[in-house]
């Protein structure tokens, strides 16, 4: 590889890992403020103009924090496991595509961190190793609590794992390729993006995050009010800060994700005549980096709108009861992916790509007739 491309390279790799990090840390002052919002409060005002240094007051308390470790816990292991959480989340966001590519001279580099043509298996398998960071925390913890929670968290990323990957088996079959770019630029049109030919694949694979995220309603392994605080209850300074921020960047990653298989990444409408228009005005090189970074904007925007959606949720329904978890994951989402799969096949079959909003009609349908079949309550009268 060329010394220029591998500089320029490095560069947006690190560019990458200083938003993500960036956007994770402020993504807690958010949560707070958006929660805040939701049941009328202020939120954090103190720490800075309208707090926004609160996450540097809050990181500051967590690195000066005592870092205890139990005396019977498995000391290794229990510093290993929230580095493993951490270093699987930052590994994640490598083959997301967060823009065309840069031109300069003969060069023409894409702003991504690697591109392989295997992207989606790599998020797949980095995602899926992330719950041995929880499940090594908490059985190194020596606590019942924290296995208690471990043990929810293996079964629960197991349990919609399986959904998740079929949701996307759905996309690939359609796209006929496994790198994320490739699935992205199929989306170069409006109307080609996979949320108008794959409704039920976006609802199931975003429910999946919740679930892979252990986002409300989605969080029973650290349910405080039966687990303490679950798989991290035995974690202090900076280890529970590693697990809490893992937390953010998986979200943060999944948000890129779903905006990358289904909302077109990078992609906006009119992009093509945007990116005609600078370079005509500009010059091909000028025009061209000022179109990526338009559509670099455009991407963060989605990503953004998710993180939102993540937290809007977390703040307005509750969390589920284990065996409502469960059954949702084996005998909701597993079964309508697997169908999800086959009227998706039978659409490439027969060249009609949106078979899948069958689902969507019969599914309305029944929940218009479940209405109509649903007793009526009496009014009560007033001054009763």
Known sequence: MDLTVLLVKGIIILVIFGITLLIATYSTYAERKVAAFLQDRLGPNRAGPWGLLQPIADAGKMFFKEDFIPSQASKWLFILGPCLAMLTALMSSAVIPFGDSIRFGNYSIPVQGIEINIGVLYIFGVVSLGVYGVMVGGWASNNKFSLLGAIRAASQNISYEIALGLSMIAILMMTGSLSVRAIVDQQASFFEWNIFTQPIGFIIFLTCSFAECNR???????????????????????????????????????????????????????????????????????????????????????????????????????????????????????????????????????????????????????????SAKAPKREAIPQGA
């Open 216 to 370: 409300t309603p989605f969080d029973l392994p650290e349910c405080e009010t039966e687990l303490v605080g679950g798989y991290h209850t035995e974690y202090s300074s900076m280890k529970l800060g590693f697990y809490l921020f893992a937390e953010y960047i998986n979200m943060f990653v999944s948000s890129a994700f779903i905006s990358s298989l289904y909302f077109g990444g990078f992609h906006y409408p009119f992009i093509s005549e945007v990116g005609s228009a600078l370079e005509n005005s500009m010059g091909p090189i000028t025009g061209h980096n000022i179109a990526t970074a338009i559509g670099f904007v455009v991407f963060f925007g989605k990503i953004f709108f998710f993180i939102f959606f993540f937290m809007w949720v977390r703040w307005t329904l509750p969390r589920f009861r284990y065996d409502q978890l469960m059954n949702l994951g084996w005998k909701t989402l597993i079964p309508l992916s697997i169908l999800n799969v086959i009227l998706t096949g039978a659409g490439l079959l027969y060249n009609f790509k949106y078979t899948t909003w069958l689902i969507v009609i019969v599914m309305v349908v029944m929940v218009m007739v479940s």
